[in-house]
């Protein structure tokens, strides 16, 4: 019997509408155990330029990247709860991030304009 293959992006995030437009935020949060045994969570967002909203591969990719970190590397960036990152390039390479035991649960999520 096959194994269920694991999806990294959630599949109600790959439903993206032809021609609707990101609107101005990329948000993640959920739930994770730190090294201490703490059940905390997380909540950041990252906004999107209007040359990444018109280009979706690259938009996707790096919303990948980011669930990737969050997922499998067991990785959380050091943030304010809700706070806001100008570019992915802060987020993922001059932010640091911290290991952690486990994550629980997330969420990563585009507002799109209808």
């Given amino acids: 019997m096959p194994r269920k293959r694991l999806r990294i992006v959630p599949a109600r ?13 990329a948000r ?3 739930n994770y155990v730190s090294t201490t045994g703490k059940r905390k ?7 999107i330029s209007r040359r990444l909203s ?4 690259t938009l996707a990719r790096l919303i990948r990247s980011t669930c990737i970190a969050l997922k499998y590397d067991r ?4 943030h304010i709860q809700g706070e806001i990152f100008p570019t992915f390039l802060t987020l993922l390479y001059r ?6 035991r486990r994550l629980m649960n997330y969420e990563p999520g585009v507002v ?3």
């Avoid at 018109?54 to 591969?57: A, D, P, S």
Wanted: charged content about 30%; overall charge positive.
């Fill in 13 to 25: 995030l790959k439903r993206m509408r032809h021609g609707v437009t990101p609107r101005w935020y």
């Fill in 28 to 30: 993640f949060y959920g």
């Fill in 41 to 47: 969570r997380f909540s950041f967002q990252v906004k």
């Fill in 54 to 57: 018109q280009n979706r591969r």
């Fill in 75 to 78: 990785m959380v960036p050091e």
């Fill in 95 to 100: 932010t640091p991030w911290f290991g952690i």
């Fill in 112 to 114: 799109y304009e209808r």
